[in-house]
């Protein structure tokens, strides 16, 4: 993003263009946003001074303005040798009003509560503090950027390509006379991350020079620019299924939905589609859909591979908690790695944002009576325990309603304890379950649908929960063994760890650990012997796996009628993570990972909970909740499980791929597609297109791949794209996974996600699936 500094900078800056020029472009860009004439638009475009805030002496006045492509913010660099800085609307991830970060919560006073605001980024960026002049300016500033931001987000896919085709433009066009020379095409097409030879670049050119001028202006670059988009294996599709008067009726469009998209498409459905999609009035009187409403359609989200109906809540959430999987984080506090990387409440805010609905606290006794947070016997920063119950409470049902599990991993002294147990009360109040839902012992889990918007406890107790309903709950303070994740960071500490395996527990510490009580695991058949539903084990990620290879099925009935959490193993110091699919595929409900590691392994986390609204809760298949099942992932018998299919994948083509190495003109990239699945042992997968040379632009393949399937409740399909390097390993250009049973059959265009999971705004993938 970026704004606008010191007036003379300014000044130089609109130099390169008339101020008739200026005004006409900004109105052009604002149309495209659906913002032409809009008072905030305008008030970002003229831009004004806000206070940066750095620290406390580091607070210094900037001017910030939005540039005149409506998706670039400017402001003037601190560094010495570097006059500006910019960055782009899309790469912001949230705008917060208030002292709501890290910086400004430490280096500003209550009292200018109002007045500031923070611009969160994706990825790693650090985010900008502001301080505005009052809070009417404040207001002003978070709710005009908040209205560019959502509207850029729901640009349509055409609308988006258009933005960005333009923007490279903009980029080629070196004099800012608004016309393009053929030296600037070549530059044009290189922006655009594909390679043409000089003598195709000069056909091309001289097609859409029609004044003879030697530059192309105005209808000559909308001419240049249809040609560049124009998509022939839409051509070839629309082409099939348009039989009346060259355009597709709506009885076409049913044809192309029933035997094509094989949905359960109906006349008024088709009819409905180009009512929404057609932008020729003449063609939408005959109920026509022309060719430009039919690649409108497939860019929508009828038209993707993401079936549209579980973009929502759709599963039953009536269900005991643990009948779902649960989107869980492991360390949530690091921002790195396990060892020396800093520990933030930015963190926890950025994995909840992510619908994280399991956070997890490491508590050590801190100065001043006040409980930290950090990653003991490392060089991990530390946080005051209490900002981030604040930060939890403030962030965790913003995106999700259903419920917050706070893991506890507890080695604070019984004081300190007291102080957490305080904290937790007073900070998230009638959030926090204290107590058992109804009036008598519980005997199954509540649903996460009884559940929302509160907060659960997990950790040690000192007695079983149906002590609260007798008189035996009068103990102060007592020990309990110190057998799970605490005890493993212990062995760090072998004096430690040869001295106690116990810890003394506060009472009030204990008494809100209601459905989550940590215990240790001595075997599956100890376990429905000895231990209640809300008695739960958290294992080891190399404990877990042996459990799932060697009794794969006790696991699963195991996990039928209590909670397991799995943690990534302590020799993870890069905060790498461990494959979660096959600890979903017994049943594992708390599955936990490094969320601040971009990985393949976050990206099937993140497909894993792509569906289902996003909501981080989704229902295991019945045969992982029905005690008479007998399924067994890794030998598989006859039953409800074993639904034997078979996926068609033929990726045709991609759309407006980034470019890798944007400090090198030349540099292009070679993308190849993988195709993989990820389930059962039996369904594991991978295959691969050739690569295409010097081409992200259209890039087209038309290969086929065909998959057998063997338990497709279980299956994720990810696709991803690669810039192909015969010297050195392939560069990750996007990459999207999605449930099985969340695919739409037919032509589909598939989304691109960066390394950590943020949609890459024009670039995409168009593929047929059949699954059958």
């Known amino acids: ?26 109105q052009e860009n604002g149309k495209r946003l659906g913002l032409e004439g809009d008072a905030d638009l305008n008030f970002l475009l003229a831009g004004g001074e806000l206070i940066k805030v750095r620290s406390k002496s580091w607070q210094r006045g900037r001017f910030f303005k939005l540039m005149e492509d409506c998706r670039t913010l400017w402001y003037p660099s601190e560094k010495l040798f570097k006059r500006e800085k910019t960055f782009l609307i899309d790469d912001i991830e949230s705008v917060r009003k208030g002292r709501q970060s890290e910086g400004l919560e430490k280096y500003t006073d209550p009292s200018e509560d109002e007045k500031c605001f923070s611009i969160i980024f994706k990825g790693r960026d650090k985010n900008l503090d502001f301080m505005a002049s009052s809070k009417e300016e404040a207001h002003r500033w978070v709710s005009s950027l908040e209205k560019v931001v959502n509207n850029m987000r729901n640009l349509n896919k055409k609308q988006k390509s258009e933005h960005w085709i333009i923007n490279c433009m903009r980029k080629a066009d070196k004099n800012k006379d608004n016309k393009m020379t053929l030296k600037e095409l070549k530059h044009f097409l290189r922006q655009l991350n594909i390679e043409v030879d000089d003598s195709y670049a000069g056909e091309l050119f001289k097609k859409c020079d029609e004044s003879n001028s030697g530059t192309l202006e105005d209808l000559e670059i909308k001419k240049f620019y249809d040609l560049l988009t124009h998509r022939e294996e839409i051509d070839v599709i629309y082409k099939n299924y348009a039989k009346t008067e060259g355009e597709m009726s709506y009885m076409d469009l049913l044809n192309f939905l029933l035997n094509e998209q094989r949905e359960q498409a109906t006349k008024e459905s088709a009819l409905k589609l180009i009512d929404k999609y057609e932008l020729d009035e003449t063609a939408k009187q005959k109920k026509h859909m022309t060719k430009d409403g039919f690649l409108m359609y497939l860019n929508h989200d009828e038209g993707s591979i993401l079936n549209p109906a579980h973009t929502r809540v759709y599963q039953d959430m009536s269900q005991p908690l643990n009948h779902y999987f649960i989107s869980s984080s492991h360390n949530t506090y690091l921002m790195e790695d396990q060892l020396k990387g800093p520990s933030s409440t930015e963190a926890y805010i950025k994995a909840l944002m992510k619908s994280c609905r399991c ?45 917050v599990i706070l893991s506890l991993e507890n080695h604070c002294t019984v004081e300190q304890q007291k102080v957490m147990a305080h904290h937790l009360l007073s900070i998230l109040g009638d959030a926090l379950v204290t107590k058992p839902l109804g009036d008598t012992m519980p005997t199954n889990f509540p649903s996460p649908e009884e559940l929302k918007g509160k907060f659960l406890i997990k950790g040690k107790r000192l007695n079983k929960l149906d002590a609260m309903f007798s008189n035996n709950n009068i103990v102060e303070e007592d020990t309990v063994s110190d057998e799970d994740e605490a005890a493993d960071v212990k062995e760090k500490d072998q004096k430690a760890k040869s001295k106690k395996s116990k810890i003394k527990l506060a009472k009030q510490l204990s008494d809100i650990v209601i459905y989550c009580k940590s215990v240790h695991f001595h075997g599956f058949e100890h376990a429905r012997d000895n231990q209640d539903f809300y008695e739960m084990s958290s294992f080891k990620e190399s404990k877990a796996f042996s459990l799932a290879d060697n009794s794969g099925t006790a696991f699963i009935h195991h996990n039928m009628d209590k909670l ?46 792509l569906q289902n609204g996003f909501c981080g809760y989704i229902l295991k298949p019945e045969f992982q909740r029905s005690l008479s099942s007998q399924f067994n992932p890794n030998s598989l018998t006859k039953g409800p499980w074993l639904q034997q299919k078979t996926l068609h994948v033929m990726v045709i083509s991609a759309q407006q791929l980034p470019k890798l190495n944007k400090e090198k003109q030349k540099s292009l990239v070679d993308p190849l597609v993988r195709v993989e699945i990820y389930g059962v042992p039996a369904d594991n997968a991978s295959k691969e297109t050739q690569c295409i040379q010097n081409n992200g632009f259209n890039p087209t393949w038309n290969e086929k791949f065909v998959f057998p399937i063997h338990v497709p409740e279980l299956a994720l399909l990810r696709f991803v794209l690669e810039d192909y390097d015969s010297t050195s390993q392939n560069d990750h250009i996007g990459n999207y996974c999605l449930p099985l049973t969340s695919v739409q059959n037919g032509y589909r265009h598939v989304p691109l996600l960066t390394k950590r999971g943020d949609v890459i705004p024009s670039a995409g993938l168009f593929v047929h699936i059949m699954l059958i």
């Open 1 to 26: 993003m970026s704004c606008f500094c010191s007036r003379p900078i300014r000044t130089e800056l609109e130099k390169h263009l008339s101020r008739e020029n200026l005004k006409k472009v900004e």
């Open 564 to 609: 397991s959490r799995i943690y990534p193993a302590g020799s993870r110091t890069d905060s790498s993570n461990y494959n979660p699919v096959p600890m979903w595929n017994v049943g594992c409900q708390i599955v936990a990972l490094n969320f601040q590691t971009p990985s393949k392994e976050m990206h099937l986390n993140q497909g894993r909970f």
């Open 359 to 403: 956070v997890e606290l490491d508590c050590w006794d801190g100065p001043n009576g006040e409980p930290l947070i950090y990653h003991g016997y490392t060089l991990t920063s530390r946080i005051l325990f209490k900002d981030v119950i604040r930060a939890i409470r403030d962030f965790a049902f913003k995106t999700s309603e259903y419920p």
